[in-house]
């Protein structure tokens, strides 16, 4: 079955820290994947997709098939980034794309 | 310029009553979806609408969870019965193309009591 596993409920770092937010996938064909971010009293958002290999707002993600990960990092981690983080896999099957959403990470970057 | 909106943002209502959701996508998307999101888990499909038609409805828990989608805009999410368990916030997200990027709503929090 398709899953999606964020293993961390909550990342507390120290502003200018490092961060690496995990998310493993069960997928058995060629996936696709996002990374969402929810800021508080925000809607929920596209931060990035593999696809793109993009570099948004300091955050990227590589996909590696071999241990079925696509974690998020950033060098040094800012305040503004203390936000919920959902990554999602996109079932892109019978003509539209649906998201399987992991049950996200909350990051705190304190001061 | 204007994003999904979706109504009420916040419902109470009784065990037992029905509820209607509505979401209203960006103009112009064809593909509109709804999700849930329970306490401390993910967001949930629910089901899929492309134009009017819903080819996945998979996603719905039980029979008394339907949606329709009307004029290829607004859609629907009604809820017979309500227990308890179906609280959560809803949520409504559409994209202009299939595999584009989805747009979310705001969400309707839903609370059982």
């Known amino acids: 079955a398709q899953r999606v596993t964020q293993p961390e409920k909550l990342l507390s770092v120290f502003k200018g820290a490092p961060v690496e937010l995990k998310c493993n996938y069960s997928y058995s064909g060629s996936p696709e994947l996002f990374w969402y971010v929810q800021y508080s009293r925000q809607r929920l958002q596209l931060l990035l997709r593999?696809?793109s290999r993009e570099s948004i707002k300091g955050f990227t993600a590589d996909l590696n098939k071999g241990e079925t990960s696509f974690h998020l990092k950033k060098p040094f981690a800012q305040e503004e980034d203390s936000a919920m983080y959902y990554c999602a896999l996109s079932l892109f099957s019978g003509g539209y794309n649906k998201l399987i959403f992991g049950a996200g990470t909350r990051l705190a970057v304190h001061p | 310029g204007a994003g999904v909106s979706q109504s009420p943002s916040n419902k109470v209502t009784e065990k037992g009553k029905d509820v209607e959701l509505r979401c209203d996508p960006i103009?112009?998307?064809?593909?509109l979806y709804w999700y849930r999101q329970s306490l401390g888990q993910g967001l949930e499909f629910l089901i899929y609408f492309q134009g009017n038609s819903a080819p996945d409805k998979s996603g719905l828990p039980s029979d008394r969870f339907s949606a329709e989608r009307t004029g290829g805009s607004v859609s629907t999410l009604t809820i017979q019965r309500t227990q308890q368990e179906d609280s959560a916030v809803y949520l409504c997200?559409?994209?202009?193309?299939?595999?584009?990027?989805?747009?979310f709503g705001d969400g309707t929090r839903l609370s059982i009591l």
């Open positions: 593999h696809i």
């Open positions: 103009s112009g998307h064809t593909a």
């Open positions: 997200a559409s994209s202009q193309l299939i595999r584009d990027n989805q747009h």
